[in-house]
C-alpha cells in the first residue's frame, strides 16, 4: 500500500505493519491507523510515528530505555485495556518527543508515553502514576551523555577524560 505524507513524501507499507488506536491519541481522536517507522542507522534512537488516516499528522518518538535506562512508567492495569491481551507480550514504549530549531531545547514527554502491544499491534498513550515524571523533560543533556558511552564502549574503552594542559 502507499501513503502520500507531509514530511517523507510516499511511502510503501504492508497492512500488517498498521498500529490501530482504537481511542485515537489525545488532540487527535479521530487519526487512529498508524506506521512506527524507524530511524536510519542501526541503534538509532528516534522514530516516527505516521498517521495514515491524515499523511500530515507525525510524531517523533524516542526508545527513551537507551538513555534513561532507570525509566519505570507506573501505569494502572485500566490503562492497558485497549491494548489486547498482555499478560506474556513484552511491550513497546516510545516517547513523544520535541526537536525544536534549537536542539539543546529538545524535550520529551515522560508522563504520556505510548505503548505498543506488537503481538495486537494496538497501541495507547497512557498516563502513567509516577509523580516525578512531567511532560517537559529536557534530555539533550543525556543524550549527549548516552551518546558518549555507546562511543566509548564501540571504542573499547572508557570515555577519555580531557585534562588541563
Known amino acids: 500500500m502507499r501513503l502520500s505524507t507531509k514530511h517523507f513524501g510516499e511511502l510503501d507499507y504492508e497492512p500488517d505493519r498498521i498500529i490501530t488506536f482504537p481511542q485515537g491519541l489525545p488532540g487527535f481522536p479521530d487519526t487512529r491507523k498508524y506506521l512506527l517507522l524507524e530511524g536510519q542507522a542501526p541503534g538509532d534512537l528516534v522514530y516516527l510515528l505516521q498517521c495514515i488516516d491524515d ?3 507525525a510524531f517523533t518518538l524516542i526508545d527513551l530505555y537507551q538513555v534513561m535506562p532507570d525509566y519505570n512508567p507506573m501505569v494502572e492495569p485500566d490503562e492497558m ?13 516510545y516517547n513523544i518527543t520535541v526537536i525544536p530549531e534549537e536542539v539543546r531545547q529538545m524535550r520529551v514527554n515522560l508522563k504520556a508515553p505510548i505503548v505498543i502491544n506488537p503481538v495486537t499491534m494496538r497501541g495507547r498513550q497512557v498516563i502513567v502514576s509516577n509523580d516525578e515524571y512531567n511532560i517537559r523533560h529536557y534530555i539533550f543533556e543525556e543524550l549527549e551523555k548516552a551518546g558518549e558511552a555507546a562511543k566509548a564502549e564501540s571504542d573499547g574503552g572508557e570515555p577519555e577524560a580531557s585534562q588541563a594542559p
Not at 81 to 93: F, M, Q, R, Y
Open 55 to 57: 499523511g500530515d499528522v
Open 81 to 93: 485495556i485497549d491494548l489486547g491481551e498482555i499478560k506474556d507480550t513484552p511491550l513497546e514504549i
